[in-house]
C-alpha cells in the first residue's frame, strides 16, 4: 500500500473518530446542563414530588382526579407529566409524552415503601437545553455535511502535502540508490535535509564513500600483486628465453637467481593470502598463554645477524622476567618479527635499536603490555606516516623492490595485533627515527575471537 493511501485512510479514521467523539461530548453534556439545574433548585423539585405523593395518599392510594388538581409547584415548571404504567395521566405543557420522557428530569414517587408512579418535569431551565438540544440534532446532520466536505478537502491538501514531503525525498533516496548500485562515484541524495530522511541520504552517501574507496582498494590491490609480480616473471622469462636462443643450459648461479625469484614470488602469494584472510576476519585464533618476554628474547637471537651484519646495536629491557598473554604465538611472533626487520632495514650502518616490554596502564585503566620497537634510523616523513599500514606503500620511495620486501609486512603486522584486541601506534620523525608502540591486553578475554 502506497504511502499516500495510506494517510488517507488514517486520516478518514481520525476524521471520523473526532466527529464521534463531539456527538457523544454534545450529548452527554445536554444531561449534564439538564442534572446541574436539578442540584441548583434541588428544594423546588423535591417539594413538587412531596405535592405528588401526598395527593396519593390523601385520596386513598389513588391518583383519581388528580388530572384536575391544583399542584402549588407546578408553577415553577414548563413541562409536568405523572405517568402510571406507561400512560401519562397528569400534563402540562405542549410537548409529546415521549420527548418528555426521553428529555425531562425524572422524579420517582414513594408511598409506604412503595414505588407509586413516576413524574417528568422541565423547568425552564430545562425547557432551554432541551430546545437547544433538539435545534442541534435537527442542524447536526447538516453541521456534519458541511465540516465532512471541508475536513476532506482540507484532508486531501493536507494529506497531498505530506505525501509531497514524504514521496519526494524517498524518491530521490531510491533514485540514490540506483546510482550507488550502478557504481556512481557522485551520488544525488537530500543531505541538507534535517530530519530522518537527511539521516538516511547522509549514511547512503557515507556508505558510498566507503564503497568508492574499497573498490579503489580492490583495483589498486590487483594493480600492485600484478606488478610485484611482473617483475620476476619477466626476470624468469628473460634468462629462460636467453638460454633457449643461446642453447645453452643455466649455470648454478642462474639457477640460484631464477630460485630466489621463485621463492619471493611465493613469499608474496602467502603475504597477500595472509592478510586477505586477516582482513576478512577468517583468521580464526586459538589462544594460549604465553610469555612474551622469552618469544622477544628467541626472535633477538633470530635476528641477531642481520644486525651485526650493518654492525647495528640491539638492546633490550624488560620489567619482568615473565609476562603472560593470551595469544596465538607463531601469529604474534610473525608482527613482532615484521617490525623489527623494518626497524633493521631503515637503520644505518652503526645505529641502534632498542626493544622495551613492560606493563603499563592504558585505555581507561585497563592493563596492557606495552612492547617498544625504537630506531635511530632514517624515520618517516610526516606525509607518509599515515599510509605506513597500507598495502605495498613503502615510505622511502627510492628502495627498489628487489632488494625489499613484498611491502605487506607492516599491514600484516597490524592485522595480527588488531585480532587479538591490541593496537599499535608510530611515531616518527624523518632523520632521526621510529619507534613502534604495540598493545596487547595484559588479561585477554575468554572469548576472543578474529573481528568480523
Known sequence: MKIRTKLILSMSILISFILLVLFLVTHVQFYIARDYSYF??????????????????????????????????????????????????????????????????????????????????????????????????????????????????????????????LTVPIGKIMKGIDMIKKRTPEVALPVDRKDEFGKISRALQEMNVSLASHEQSRKQLLSDVAHELKTPLMIMQGEMELAQELETSLSSEKISSLLDEVLRLNRLVHDVLDLSRLEAGGAELRPAMENIVAIMEELIEKIQFLAEDKQIRLSAYFSEDVI??????????????????????????????????????????????????????????????????????????????????????????????????????VRSKAGEGTTFLIFLPFVAGPAMCSPN
Open 40 to 165: 441548583e433548585k434541588k428544594a423546588i423539585f423535591e417539594s413538587l414530588r412531596g405535592e405528588f405523593e401526598q395527593y396519593y395518599t390523601s385520596h386513598d392510594e389513588s391518583w383519581e382526579g388528580v388530572e384536575h388538581n391544583k399542584f402549588a409547584y407546578t408553577q415553577h415548571f414548563v413541562e409536568i407529566a405523572l405517568v402510571i404504567d406507561g400512560e401519562a395521566i397528569y400534563r402540562k405543557g405542549q410537548l409529546q409524552q415521549e420527548d418528555l420522557r426521553e428529555g425531562g428530569f425524572p422524579l420517582v414517587l414513594h408511598a409506604n415503601d412503595q414505588k407509586i408512579g413516576r413524574i417528568y418535569v422541565m423547568n425552564e431551565s430545562q425547557y432551554k437545553t432541551y430546545e437547544f438540544k433538539s435545534m442541534w440534532y435537527g442542524i447536526f446532520p447538516n453541521i456534519l455535511r458541511v465540516s465532512l466536505l471541508f475536513t476532506c478537502i482540507a484532508a486531501l491538501v493536507t494529506i497531498f502535502l505530506l505525501s509531497w514531503r
Open 324 to 425: 603472560e598473554v593470551s595469544i596465538e604465538k607463531h601469529r604474534i611472533v610473525q608482527a613482532l618479527y615484521n617490525i623489527l626487520i623494518n626497524a633493521i632495514h631503515y637503520t644505518n650502518n652503526g645505529g641502534q635499536v632498542q626493544i622495551r616490554i613492560e606493563r603499563v596502564m592504558k585505555d581507561r585503566q585497563v592493563e596492557h603490555v606495552r612492547i617498544m620497537i625504537e630506531d635511530n634510523g632514517i624515520g618517516i616523513p610526516d606525509e607518509d606516516l599515515p599510509h605506513i599500514f597500507n598495502r605495498f606503500y613503502r615510505a622511502d620511495h627510492s628502495r627498489t623492490r628487489p632488494n625489499g620486501g613484498t611491502g605487506l609486512g607492516l599491514a600484516i603486522a597490524q592485522q595480527n595485533i588488531l585480532v587479538h584486541q591490541g593496537w599499535i601506534e
